[in-house]
């Protein structure tokens, strides 16, 4: 089984398309460089703010191929697996692995609302698939599945399952997990603007999302939290927020890439169904931008 040390922060990267929606690999080159000289722990591809449910099988195999190699191993790789059916998903990691993928974050299926029952099968079914590491993800305000603490105490038998990625808006999840299967599993925030508040309930890393804008404030609010400079950490966090709230909602995905552009580390283009931001929404960005770039803190 590889090895993943599942602590720090974990940017959820954006997909980077080209004029003519074809994968722009040159600047995912060029944004992975920017994600790890500011120290991040580890990279995840292919999630929601990925774009996931918009790209071919294909393509996925490609991104996985293409960030092993540039990564070299200098922090882990973490592939999305969000597929509709279990075989697919079965094939998804077992290519992964073969393509370089260090570990998986696994949702539970997409477009159909699985039972309690039904939703246990499957993610014991493709974690029992692989020996890679695996990160659940949990969202249930956006996928309509909960995964809840008792669920989690039936999937512990299952080793390679080391981690969670809790994304149930509710810190108090946190707690309740903890209760129910103690330390098994490494609690990881999944929402941005609630990762101070995670962190002080025993999160121990950040899944997160304006970090493809802002790496370097966003590893100093995990490192500061980590060495108990809880002050320090907070006024960080509190000049942050308006930006981590542009991680929620059904724009997340256009409003986080509009930043991208905004901070000169990215472009905007999102593919279809998708479209990029109305005027009136990019203008309200443009203020937080603005404001934020004026009032940066110094590191």
């Known amino acids: 089984m590889a090895d993943i040390n599942w602590r720090g922060v974990f940017p959820a990267v954006t997909t980077k398309f080209t004029e003519d929606d074809a994968l722009d690999f040159d600047a995912m080159a ?13 990279i995840i591809i292919l999630g929601s703010l990925g774009e996931n449910a918009t790209l071919s099988a294909d393509e996925k195999r490609a991104m996985i191929r ?25 094939a998804l990691v077992r290519d992964g692995v073969d393509a370089g ?22 993610l014991r079914t493709v974690s029992s698939a692989t020996d890679a590491p695996i990160m659940l993800y949990n969202n249930p305000l956006a996928y ?26 509710d ?30 309930m025993g999160a121990v890393g950040w899944v997160a999302g304006l970090v493809v804008a802002f790496p370097r404030e966003t590893v100093a609010i995990w490192n500061l939290c980590r060495a108990g400079e809880w002050d320090q950490a907070r006024a960080i966090y ?14 997340f995905v256009q409003q986080i ?43």
């Open 30 to 42: 060029r944004h992975l460089e920017f994600q790890l000289e500011a120290g991040v722990h580890g």
């Open 66 to 90: 293409f960030f092993a190699e540039k990564i070299d191993g200098r922090v882990p790789l973490v592939a999305c697996v969000a597929e509709s059916g279990t075989r697919d998903a079965v």
């Open 101 to 122: 993928a260090d570990g998986f974050m696994l949702l539970p299926p997409m477009r159909y609302h699985s039972d309690s029952r039904e939703t246990l099968a499957y």
């Open 144 to 169: 309509g599945i909960d995964l809840l603490p008792e669920d989690f105490a039936a999937l512990a038998d299952l080793a390679n399952i080391q981690a969670i990625k809790e994304s149930a808006a």
């Open 171 to 200: 810190t108090r999840r946190l707690a309740d997990i903890r209760r129910e299967v103690g330390d098994r599993y490494a609690l990881f925030c999944g929402v941005d603007d609630l990762a101070f508040e995670s962190f002080a």
């Open 238 to 251: 509190e000049w942050f927020l308006p930006l981590l709230h542009l991680d929620v909602g059904h724009r």
């Open 257 to 299: 890439k509009y930043v991208e552009e905004r901070v000169g580390v990215g472009s905007a283009r999102v593919r279809a169904p998708r479209l990029e931001l109305p005027a009136d929404a990019a203008a309200r960005i443009d203020a937080i931008v603005d404001e934020a770039l004026a009032n940066r803190p110094a590191l």
